[in-house]
C-alpha cells in the first residue's frame, strides 16, 4: 500500500482576475449534493479540472504522466487553496499545470505548496511562478532527524518510556515549511511592468 502524502497548493499572490478564475476552478471541483457518486464524496477527480475530453483519465498510467503520481484525490478546497491526498508524492504536474494556466490569465501569478509524507518519511515547500516550479526544499527523515525533529516515540530506540510531557514536532515541521516558503520568496523577484 502506498504512503499518502498530504499537500495544500495555495494561491499566494496574483491579480483580481486570477483569483477570480481559481475559486471558479474550486466552485467546478465540487459536485452539487445531488450528483455525489458517494455521499463523503464532495469533490470530482482532479483530471476533471484541465483534461475534460481526454481519454483514460481514470487510469494509473495517464495520472502518473499527467499529474504526476499514480492516484491523487481532492480532500477540500477553498478560495486560495486545493488540499489533496496522493500516493507516495505530491501532484507536481498538476501544480505546474495549475501555475501554467493561471499564468496565462497574470504572467506573476505565485503558488505555494506544502507537504508531508503520512510518516512522516519526508516533507517539504515549494514555489510555482510562471508556469513553473521556481524552487523547492524537501526534507527527508534522515535531513530532519539530524534538526531534532522527531514524530513518533520508539520505546527501544529512545530507550526509555514516553514522558508525560513529550510532543512529537508537527509544529516545528511546519514552521520550518513556512521558513523555507519564506526564503524562495523572498528570493522571487516579480517584473511589475
Known amino acids: 500500500m502506498a504512503n499518502n502524502v498530504y499537500s495544500i497548493v495555495s ?3 496574483g491579480n483580481e482576475d486570477v483569483h477570480t478564475w481559481f475559486k471558479e476552478l474550486v466552485e467546478n471541483l465540487r459536485y452539487p449534493e ?3 457518486p458517494q455521499e463523503y464524496e464532495h469533490y470530482k477527480p482532479l483530471h476533471t479540472t484541465f483534461w475534460p ?3 483514460d483519465t481514470d487510469t494509473r498510467g495517464w495520472y502518473i504522466d499527467n499529474i ?3 492516484w491523487c484525490h481532492i480532500q477540500d478546497a477553498y478560495e486560495t487553496e486545493i488540499n489533496t491526498c496522493s500516493a507516495w508524492g505530491i501532484p507536481h504536474d498538476f501544480y505546474e499545470k495549475l501555475s501554467e494556466e493561471a499564468s496565462k490569465i497574470d504572467e506573476n501569478v505565485v503558488f505555494t505548496v506544502t507537504y508531508e509524507d503520512e510518516m512522516p518519511n519526508f516533507f517539504g515547500s515549494s514555489v510555482y511562478y510562471q508556469g513553473e516550479q521556481f524552487d523547492s526544499c524537501e526534507w527527508d527523515s534522515d535531513e530532519y532527524e539530524g534538526q531534532g525533529l ?3 516515540w520508539d520505546e527501544d530506540e529512545m530507550g526509555e518510556e514516553e514522558p508525560e510531557d513529550w510532543e512529537a514536532s508537527w509544529e516545528d515541521m511546519h514552521l520550518l ?3 523555507n516558503l519564506q526564503q524562495m520568496l ?3 523577484i516579480i517584473d511589475e511592468n
Do not use: I, P, T
Open 11 to 13: 494561491l499566494h499572490s
Open 150 to 152: 522527531c514524530f513518533y
Open 186 to 188: 523572498d528570493g522571487l
Open 68 to 70: 504526476g503520481v499514480k
Open 34 to 36: 445531488d450528483e455525489r
Open 53 to 55: 475530453d481526454e481519454e
Open 177 to 179: 515549511q513556512h521558513e
